[in-house]
């Protein structure tokens, strides 16, 4: 049984409640963040932090928490259900009213919860094989850089990635990839460059995009943030995709075709491993 958070309290999962009333369930007026824990510590945390502040900035949601108290509810959940290796996610949403598309009267206390969720990030098989995505138009609303819990499009498209054996999606808009359901997209030119979307309203601005694109520089890689196009793909060497949930993941194949020799690559292969030793290295 987990330990979850509600708001302020620690509570057996089975314990846990929420209004119906909550305009999180009513109108997914809420944000969220999926933090990874290594070893039972927090791997950027404090970026983490600063998205979930401009999410909750472009959307006009107060939230009274502090960085600290963030912090603390983080530690006591990892702590609480013994989680050596995994996630904590949590959400805020502005709270219950009476059902109104406009936003309920000021002072309408947040619902804040927390849970988390044990996963095998440093020894993952997929890691090891590589996975296969569908490409899907992309169909979801023109801000997609604000972290909400509106998933309902990706999660239709997961769903029909799962049904075709394939194990992700990703999203396609004008001939041009946007990013993956749950994670942003990659690929390695045949001149080793690394080319990923730029940031915009199109695509969440990665807080694992942002680690590995330093790592790549550090390693002295030529990187392009641009959008690459489908037929880009058809001449990759590589490709992958990052989220905290995968860190570096390789891309073998992309809509039933081979990327490259259809093997994890060597670029994907070296960012993971950097990657993962600085989160080791850096994680509270
Ligand atoms: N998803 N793009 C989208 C649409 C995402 O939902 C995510 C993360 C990312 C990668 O962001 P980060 O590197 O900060 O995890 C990109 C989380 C993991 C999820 O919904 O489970």
Redesign the pocket.
Known sequence: MRTVFVNGNYVDENDAKISVFDRGFLFADGV?E?TSVLGGKLVDFE??FA?LRRSLGELEMGFDMSRDQLLDMHRELVSRNRLDEGLVYMQVTRGAADRDFAFPPEGTPNTVVGFTQSLNLLDSPKAKTGISVILADDLRWGR?DI?TVQ?LY?SLVSMQARRQGEQGAWLVRDGFVT??????AYIVTKEGTIVTRDLSPS??S????KAVLACADKLQMKVEERPFSVEEIANAKEAFT????IFVMPVIEVEGKKVGDGQPGPVARKLREIYIEESLKNAI
């Open positions: 969220y999926v970026g983490h998205r997609c972290k998933l990706p990013e993956g359901t749950a994670n942003n695509i969440l990665g807080i694992t995009r990052t989220a905290s949930t």
